[in-house]
């Protein structure tokens, strides 16, 4: 496995646009905003570098960010590395005894392929791993 960088910096908000109005006040500029029906999720990404900031807003009451944020508020819900092979990273990471939420990839905002390792493997983090072709 071949990890490429820290793609981004996953944050769980309630308002999208209020939230948003923080990071261009710094003059970050969003790439626009995206729902990801499978996931219950609208999404901006800010750049910054060669990484960036991904806020997320939940667009049901019982999606995964609405739950995160009733259990923990608003704040970093996960961080994500970009691989170059992610189905191999995967199979890497299970052959190594990793925990796994997403044994495959599934599709992600700005047409990446994620998938997310269990926290309890990770000292309590949500880890993405992401495949993006730039």
Do not use: C, W
């Not at 970009?82 to 599709?107: C, S």
């Not at 997310?116 to 949500?126: A, D, E």
Request: zero cysteines.
């Amino acid at each position: 496995m071949k990890i490429l960088k820290v793609d981004h910096i996953g944050i769980a908000v309630k308002n999208l646009e209020e939230s948003a109005r923080f990071y261009e006040m710094l003059g970050i500029q969003s790439t626009g905003s995206e729902v990801v029906a499978e996931q219950n999720v609208k999404v901006s990404f800010f750049p910054v570098g060669d990484s960036e900031i991904e806020l997320l807003e939940s667009t049901s009451p019982d999606g995964p960010i609405a739950r995160y944020i009733e259990k923990n508020g608003e704040g970093i819900q996960h961080l994500a590395l970009r691989v170059d092979n992610i189905e191999a990273a995967l199979e890497e990471l299970k052959a190594k005894g990793v925990r796994l939420i997403d044994e495959k990839p599934r599709y992600g905002a700005g047409g990446a392929k994620i998938a997310f390792v269990h926290p309890k493997s990770t000292g309590g983090i949500l880890l993405e791993l992401s495949q993006r072709e730039d």
